[in-house]
């Protein structure tokens, strides 16, 4: 089943103390183009991301934003600065002699002073980070894709009954395809009988000229064609594979063969069918446009 390339995915894990949030968009773009946002302390896991992404997604412009909220107590040191912690000590009871202050110097005042106490990140356990962080991006994904898909159904819908009403004109199309040539029988004999009046219509003649004609404006091949072509288009829509490409490459070969059958036919039926058959060609490939 197809896949729009239109979604978003969220997904956060708690897991020995750490957490993450992972929230993933994606709109649709020719290729596969991810960027990830992340915090610095992990960015050697940035190629472990794109790979599990890739793996699940082919087309679309993605975009990762992914923030750590817990930390694990194995992951902070904290570290206290005594001999600063010394240099405020002394400058308080410097103070409070200077400026008979009341004795109030407390380890919560230290505390509170700049650089006494460092609170500083470990080096982490890089697979440890990873099993918890691949846990809320794989929520995210599933979450992203089950939308794609959703999206996806609902493309493919509309593109179906678009492309049945295409085969219903291009079947009207094939029936006034063959009175086409019979009008034009009679048009000639009209006219040479106008022209002539009395004198005798050469058969041989007025064939040869209607088979010209009926040679010229024959436009078979391109209706086998076009249909051919829509059946292609709703068989490749229940795929299982990344079809947009594909899809693309439909949308082509169907107007080149809309357009041959206008250039070739000079009737007015045939050519209103022409531009409804043109019309829809356009909706669905701005349709197509979105699909993986």
Known sequence: MIKSMTGYGRGSIEENGRSFTVEIKSVNNRYL??????????????DNIRKSISSKINRGKIDVYITQDKFSDEDLVIEVDEQLAKAYYNSFVLLKEK????????????????????????????????????????????????????????????????????????????????????????????????????????????????????????????????NSHIDQLINTLNSSEPVGRKLDFLMQE?????????????????????????SELEKIREQIQNIE
């Open 33 to 46: 183009d991810i960027n990830i946002r992340l915090p610095r302390q992990i960015n050697v896991l940035e």
């Open 99 to 226: 400026f008979n202050l009341i004795d109030d110097i407390s380890v919560s005042l230290l505390s509170k002073s700049p650089d006494v106490i460092k609170v500083e990140k470990k080096e982490e356990d890089i697979e440890k980070v990873w099993n918890t962080l691949n846990g809320a991006l794989d929520n995210a994904l599933n979450m992203l894709i089950d939308m794609r898909t959703n999206e996806g159904l609902k493309l493919s819908k509309d593109i179906i009954e678009r492309s049945n009403y295409i085969k219903e004109c291009v079947g009207k199309i094939e029936e006034r395809s063959y009175i086409v040539v019979d009008d034009y029988r009679a048009k000639v004999r009209q006219r040479v009988e106008e022209y002539l009046k009395d004198v005798e219509i050469d058969e041989a003649r007025l064939l040869n000229e209607v088979a010209f004609f009926s040679d010229k404006v024959n436009i078979t091949e391109e209706i086998v064609r076009l």
């Open 254 to 278: 169907m107007n080149r063969e809309a357009n041959t059958i206008g250039s070739k036919t000079n009737d007015l039926s045939i050519t209103n069918f022409v531009v409804e058959i043109k």
